[in-house]
């Protein structure tokens, strides 16, 4: 299929001339065809002796054959018009020696005059169809005066440039149809590529933004690293000047000295953790926060954190509790000081937003793969809405609740980036005003 249509193809800058060179080849293929069968046709006769003049035959089907080839080589090689003028001429002169000279003036052979007219506007030009009505109309009257001794029939003629005119019409409705549709196609191709040039602009601004964006991201990230690196030192001798002196070191303190110490020491404390938390956060984004994980004991870790977050429980009113359930393995693997951190965020939430009641914490086995850290309040609830976007970084549900309550937005979206380090996810479910249980489910690990 291929082949063949490369076989048809022309090669010419000129479309309309492209268009009649394949039209004109499609025609010589049929033809060849045709000289094929009669030659086929001839043999067959010749072998069963069915027909005993076979000569004109085999050479008619031969000259057909090697004209047709010729043709075709012109139209590849030269050029379409010439190829189109001399396929003419052959098929015209196939009409003339196809049948007698009474046939072609005025009987069956004479409206096959009409075919060449009819393919002289198509494979030629639009107007092409008068010169062939002209020539086979001299034909016609030549074969009446020379051969048949007769006058010219004039209404045969009449006919031939009647079919012309048609012929003629519908040729050049064709071809500024196929115009306007080439000029369409143009137009159409120089907007795709106008198109394609706006999104390749709009494409590289984009990179541009995004390569930009990314330096921002990490200038933010080691500005952020390098203050937080920096804020760090003075608070934690802050934090250690102010213990001194709360253990009277540089002597006894009066009570109003004593309650502001007191109250330094809380907002460094806090300090320290905000800074801490920040860089923990830039540490998890650059990717640079490993794990480090141990043996370690789930009733140890759960009794720690209950330990350091019941004077906070008993300050704010409420009962805190803890357990460990029994089936869960005496000993796991993992990075204690991480599961820690977590488990006090969560506490410290759990504390910070219940009002009245109790925070519980439980540690259990929660399938085959993994075990689980659960803190359950009996707090102010968060909406279903927020269940989402409080675990990303500054997120909180209320503003003006949670500054009230104290904190920055971070502990729970560090929680999440953690849990996820190590290969497991936190889940939340919550009731306005009935509580909120913060699961963190972590999979089973074996030592290394
Ligand atoms: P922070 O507590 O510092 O604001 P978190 O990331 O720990 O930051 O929490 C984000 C927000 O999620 C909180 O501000 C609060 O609105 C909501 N939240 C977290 N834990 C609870 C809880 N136990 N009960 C109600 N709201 C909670």
Redesign the pocket.
């Known amino acids: 299929m291929k082949n063949l249509k490369s076989l048809l193809e022309i090669h010419s800058d000129d479309p309309d001339n492209k268009r009649r060179g394949q039209l004109l080849n499609i025609l010589l293929l049929g033809l060849a065809a045709l000289s094929l069968l009669v030659l086929l046709v001839t043999i067959i006769a010749d072998l069963s002796t069915l027909e005993t003049n076979v000569g004109p035959l085999y050479m008619g089907s031969f000259i057909m054959l090697g004209s047709t080839i010729l043709i075709f080589a012109v139209n590849h090689y030269r050029s379409a018009q010439t190829a189109s003028i001399l396929f003419l001429a052959l098929f015209t002169i196939i009409l003339v020696l196809s049948d007698e000279p009474a046939q072609i003036v005025n009987g069956r052979s004479t409206f096959l005059f009409t075919v060449p007219i009819i393919m002289a506007s198509f494979i030629l030009s639009p107007w092409a169809s008068f010169l062939m009505a002209g020539v086979s109309s001299l034909l016609i009257a030549s074969l009446d005066i020379f051969v048949l001794d007769s006058t010219p029939g004039v209404p045969t003629m009449l006919g031939f440039f009647a079919v012309a005119l048609v012929s003629w019409l519908a040729s050049r409705s064709l071809e500024a149809t196929l115009q306007e549709l080439r000029v369409l196609n143009r137009d159409l191709e120089l907007r795709v590529e106008e198109r394609t040039r706006e999104l390749e602009e709009a494409n590289q601004q984009l990179e541009e933004a995004n390569a930009h964006l990314r330096e921002l991201d990490r200038l933010k990230s080691l500005f952020v690293a390098m203050v937080s690196h920096e804020l760090r030192t003075p608070l934690t001798s802050i934090q250690g000047f102010t213990q001194m002196l709360l253990v009277s070191i540089y002597g006894a303190l009066t009570n109003e000295q004593q309650s502001a110490v007191e109250r330094v020491l809380a907002n460094t404390k806090r300090l320290i953790k905000i800074v801490n938390d920040l860089l923990d956060k830039t540490r998890i984004e650059a990717g640079q926060l490993a794990l480090h994980p141990t043996s370690f004991s789930p009733v140890e870790l759960i009794d720690d954190v209950h330990t350091s977050m019941k004077m906070l429980a008993k300050q704010r009113g409420l009962e805190l509790t803890s357990e460990v359930a029994p089936e869960l393995a005496a000993t796991l693997y993992g990075d204690q000081g991480r599961l820690h951190q977590i488990l006090v ?1 969560l506490v ?3 504390l ?3 009002d009245k009641g109790q925070v519980n914490i439980r540690a259990y086995r929660f399938d085959g793969a993994h075990w689980a850290m659960e803190v359950r ?1 009996t ?4 909406p279903v809405k ?1 269940q989402e976007s ?2 990303e970084a500054f ?4 503003a003006s ?2 500054r009230r ?1 104290k ?7 560090i ?1 999440r980036q953690l849990i996820e380090l190590m290969g497991g996810r936190i889940i939340v479910a ?1 009731e306005i005003n009935e509580g ?1 249980k ?1 699961t963190a489910i972590i999979p089973f690990t074996a030592p290394h």
Do not use: A, E, H
Not at 379 to 382: F, K, T
């Open positions: 965020n410290n939430n759990g910070k937003f219940t309040d707090g102010i609830g968060i927020s409080i675990f997120r909180q549900v209320d609740v949670t309550r904190g920055v937005g971070l502990g729970l979206s929680s919550s909120s913060f």
